[in-house]
């Protein structure tokens, strides 16, 4: 799978939107990028994911560059319970045959008051 | 979004001891489970894939016979570590993946195990 790279922190004011981004130059045609978050001493929570359009749910947006090197993940209005270390991982999706996850070292945002 | 547990949350074993760990999909049938490994202020590390009714698939570096993985069913995985020892000691968590689930891609994961070997 394709490595990504990600600062390894970054600040956040509450109320405001958190930007994290990630580069995936390496990124092949069939991997998808998702991003998924781990609170302190909890398993990861799943964000968003997405291949080439770009994403929205409730919790995130996911801004995918037109070459497909880089994404952004956006909170739109970070809140205290946001701050975690965020994982972006790409992996080849398809079912049950899709690819594994390998974390990287993630962001750690810390939402401050 | 699709429910994993573990079982138990924590537990404290003796040197030389065995401890099972249990994973189970509350709401879907995992038909891919995975088991991953986080020491303090680390990453996770992948463990193993397993599939139900076949033998797990080991990473490299990561010893079959010491991290027994049994996945019987469609609900249910269980990780064994046996002969524990002070360095064993972690946080394991379990991962479930499965057809059916919204965009049938996302992986869902448990809330973690906190092993600690004295």
């Known amino acids: 799978d394709a490595k990504t790279t990600q600062p390894t922190s970054m600040d956040c004011a509450e109320g405001r939107a958190a930007n994290l981004p990630c580069n995936h130059s390496t990124i092949s045609g069939n991997e998808y990028v998702y991003w998924y978050r781990q609170i302190h001493s909890q398993g990861p929570q799943y964000i968003i994911h997405?291949?080439?359009n770009n994403e929205t749910n409730e919790m995130a947006s996911l801004i995918i560059t037109e070459d497909r090197k880089s994404s952004t993940l956006i909170l739109p209005h970070a809140t205290l319970r946001d701050t975690a270390v965020y994982y972006c991982?790409?992996?080849?999706?398809?079912?049950?045959?899709?690819?594994?996850?390998?974390f990287g070292q993630g962001t750690e945002l810390s939402v401050k008051p | 979004g699709a429910v994993v547990s573990q079982h138990p949350s924590w537990v404290i074993c003796k040197s030389g001891t065995s401890v099972k760990i249990e994973c189970r999909s509350l709401?879907?049938?995992?038909?891919?489970m995975f088991w991953y490994r986080q020491f303090p202020k680390q990453s996770l590390m992948l463990m193993a894939t397993?599939?139900?009714?076949?033998?797990?698939?080991?990473e490299q570096g990561v010893e079959k016979d010491k991290f027994l993985i049994n996945h019987a069913s469609l609900t249910l995985s269980t990780l064994t570590v046996t002969s524990a020892h002070p360095e064993d000691s972690s946080f394991y968590i379990c991962?479930?993946?499965?057809?059916?689930?919204?965009?049938?891609?996302?992986?869902?994961f448990g809330p973690g195990t906190r092993l600690t070997v004295t």
């Open positions: 997405g291949l080439k």
């Open positions: 397993s599939n139900e009714g076949s033998k797990a698939t080991y």
């Open positions: 991962s479930a993946r499965g057809p059916g689930l919204a965009g049938a891609n996302e992986q869902y």
């Open positions: 709401d879907f049938q995992a038909t891919t």
């Open positions: 991982i790409v992996r080849v999706a398809g079912g049950n045959q899709g690819g594994k996850l390998i």
